[in-house]
């Protein structure tokens, strides 16, 4: 098993910037990614960015292109999301999730955390 935890999430007005992270421990070499999703109010959960650990390849949804920066320390199997020109519409509970090298699915998750934007 692999168990991740996030922290960093708060209420910041828009415009502003947070910094999420995520913990990974555990079984962590069994994972080749990890990524970022959300679940805004009302709505379904949503990807928002991913990281291979071989190559360091990113990915992103398209409503946060040119915001959002995923990284991460391989060594300390810990992963970042740096966000940037906050919109309210990106209040929701971030995910931090782990791909399992096997399956190829996202098959271990992190509580959550909460991010408010103000406007």
């Known amino acids: 098993q692999v168990q991740l935890v996030e922290s960093g999430g708060g209420l910041v007005q828009a415009g502003g910037s947070l910094r999420l992270s995520c913990a990974a421990s555990g079984r962590t070499f069994s994972t080749d990614a990890m990524g970022w999703f959300r679940q805004p109010p009302g709505k379904e959960r949503e990807f928002v960015a991913g990281?291979?650990?071989?190559?360091?390849?990113?990915y992103y949804g398209d409503y946060v292109k040119g915001r959002f920066t995923i990284s991460g320390d391989n060594a300390e199997n810990t992963v970042y999301l740096h966000m940037n020109s906050l919109k309210p519409e990106d209040t929701a509970v971030y995910y931090c999730?782990?791909?399992?090298?096997?399956?190829?699915?996202?098959?271990?998750w992190g509580r959550g955390t909460q991010v408010t934007v103000s406007s």
């Open positions: 999730a782990a791909r399992d090298y096997f399956s190829g699915e996202y098959d271990y």
């Open positions: 990281i291979k650990w071989s190559g360091g390849g990113t």
